[in-house]
Every structure is written in C-alpha cells, then in structure tokens.
C-alpha cells in the first residue's frame, strides 16, 4: 500500500516527502543523491509520543512504557519531583556528562505485600467440617 511519507537525507539533512510503498524504509536524496531514512510519521499520529524502555534505578525494575511508570510510582506509594508542565529547570546543557536511561535489565516489577496486609503473623486453623459444622482440628 503506497502512502505519502517523510524522508530524511543522512548527508545534507534534506527532508522531503515521498509517495511511496509503506515497506519502503530508505532511498536517496535527490539533491545530494546520499542516503536517506524514512522519518515517523508524527503528524499522522495525534497526541503520539515516542517512549525508549529503560532501567529506573530508583524504582528498581525495568520501565517499559508510561501507563506502566504511572502503576509503579502508585504501587510503591511514590509521587514524581520536579515540574510535569515545564520539565527540569535546573538543567545545564554545558555540563560534561548528563544521566542517561539505563539499558533494561530484565527485571520487571513485582509488587509486595506488606507483612500486616498478608497476615502471616495468624496462625491458621485448618480442619475438617462434619455435617452438623462441627470442625475437627488437623494438627
């Protein structure tokens, strides 16, 4: 299926639109005639945004996508610092070296239960019920 896309040259930074097969991932300018790479498609994706999986050190599992981060911040009772409207506003762009997402690590989240909500201090009363509901202990 032909469609309209967007293709980014690699040398020149050209971009222009193609009308070509949706399999079709790169070609070659027509200026420069270098390589060129099939841009997503932003505009035909409303309210799109991209998201990379990363490792989240202080949330200690693998983040694999927004509504994930969101139950994981809420499982763990975590509220998110910072500004969510203007981003950091601390941010240095003349500093030597910035933190970067991790790689995924392969460990996904797993929630706990807390002590007093799974009741393991109780002992438990195990027996058999006969039919008038008397209960007969198993020891």
Not at 16 to 44: H, M, W, Y
Request: hydrophobic share 30%; proline share 7%.
């Amino acid at each position: 299926m032909k469609a309209l896309y967007d293709f980014q040259c690699c040398v020149c930074d050209l971009v222009e639109e193609q009308f070509v097969d949706n399999t079709i991932k790169a070609g070659a300018c027509s200026q420069c005639s270098g390589p060129t790479v099939r841009l997503f498609p932003v505009g035909a994706a409303r309210g799109f945004q991209d998201f990379q999986s990363y490792y989240d050190e202080g949330l200690g599992c693998d983040i694999t996508g927004r509504r994930q981060r969101q139950f994981v911040m809420k499982a763990l009772n975590v509220i998110e610092a910072g500004d969510r409207s203007g981003g950091a506003r601390n941010f240095d762009e003349k500093a030597p070296e910035h933190m970067k997402p991790e790689p995924l690590r392969g460990e996904p989240f797993v929630p706990r239960i807390p002590a007093e909500e799974a009741h393991q201090d109780e002992p438990w009363d195990i027996g058999i019920e006969d039919k008038h509901g008397g209960i007969t202990p198993i020891t």
